[in-house]
């Protein structure tokens, strides 16, 4: 059975399960609840805190498991990223008050900042040779230094509008861009290769939709040249022998551009139709 760890809670517990369920895993109804067997399709849920699934992954005790990439370099574990996830954005950066003293990373030098990713900071310090304090918070670092406890702090950006609040500005470098991702660790189950398979099978199910239409044949050539599908369009006949039915997959953000450029082809009765699942 293939052990699963998930958030339990927090801005990636919500889509992380969604994502499950859509690869067709059944979840736990209880959100109390801490385990979760899936019999069908023999793997066993385990949901924690996002913070603590790379030390779970990295030593073994589970085989794989969805957090945060700042999180998963937090923690100082030797689990690994196999494959980003596309939810859960997040830019990591420091800010300090606006129009203060500190400006850029060479004036963090000998500062206190205050973060809840000492391990990320730290080794994105050392590598730039800059030496400050760092004071370790569990959350809402953005009052740090109103309270007078850090000079700067050194947070997960997303709007930014927690930082403008607390009288803040981003400056200096990207300290890293996150992402969710999926984790490994030393354990090489074979059923990991299929968990992937069905999560890239979701990510594509949401980016592509399915175009069929009529086209005059004649155009056929020219209409492959605007939508050319993953391997090559399906085309079946038609009873008006001058006419064939096509099928194609496209990106769904590009297929109201590809419907006006078939119809100026002479393509017609073009329909899109939602992809619920796809191995490609
Ligand atoms: N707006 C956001 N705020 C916090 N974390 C975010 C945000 N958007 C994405 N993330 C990502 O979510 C992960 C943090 O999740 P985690 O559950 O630990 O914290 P949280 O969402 O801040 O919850 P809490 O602080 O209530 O525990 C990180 O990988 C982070 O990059
Ligand atoms: O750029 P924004 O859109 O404002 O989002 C970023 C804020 O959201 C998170 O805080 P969260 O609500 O998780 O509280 P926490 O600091 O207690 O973790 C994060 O730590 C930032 O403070
Ligand atoms: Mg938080």
């Known amino acids: 059975m293939l052990r699963i760890a998930v958030p339990n809670k927090g801005s990636l517990s919500e889509i992380a399960a969604e994502m499950l369920a859509e690869a067709g895993y059944s979840g736990r109804r209880d959100s109390r609840k801490l385990v979760h067997t899936d019999t069908r399709n023999d793997v066993e849920f385990f949901y924690l805190r996002p913070r603590d699934i790379a030390t779970y992954v990295g030593s073994g005790a589970l085989d794989v498991g969805i957090t945060g990439r700042d999180l998963l370099l937090d923690s100082g574990s030797s689990a ?8 859960g954005d997040s830019t990591f950066r420091f800010a300090s ?3 203060g003293a500190i400006q850029e990373l060479g004036d963090l030098a000998g500062k206190r900042i205050a973060t809840s990713y000492p391990q990320l900071v730290d080794d994105f310090l050392r590598a730039r040779g800059v030496e400050s304090v760092l004071v370790k918070l569990d959350g809402a670092v953005e009052s740090a230094v109103q309270l007078g406890v850090a000079d700067a702090v050194a947070d997960v950006v997303s709007t930014g509008a927690t930082l403008r609040a607390a009288g803040l500005e981003i400056f200096g470098p990207v300290i890293l861009e996150s992402t969710a991702v999926l984790i490994g660790g030393p354990n090489d189950h074979p059923g990991i290769a299929r968990l992937l398979r069905r999560l890239r099978g979701v990510l594509v199910a949401r980016k592509y939709v399915l175009m069929d239409y009529d086209l005059p044949v004649d155009q056929l050539e020219a209409a492959s040249q605007v939508a050319g599908g993953m391997e090559s369009p399906t085309v079946s006949p038609l009873k008006d ?7 194609v ?8 551009t590809i419907m006006d450029e078939l119809y100026e082809l002479g ?4 329909l899109v139709t939602a992809i619920h699942a796809a191995r490609l």
């Open 80 to 87: 690994t990223e196999i494959d980003s996830l596309e939810f």
């Open 97 to 99: 008050p606006a129009g």
């Open 241 to 247: 022998e001058q006419w064939v039915a096509v099928r």
């Open 249 to 256: 997959m496209v990106r769904a953000e590009e297929a109201n």
């Open 267 to 270: 393509a017609r009765a073009i």
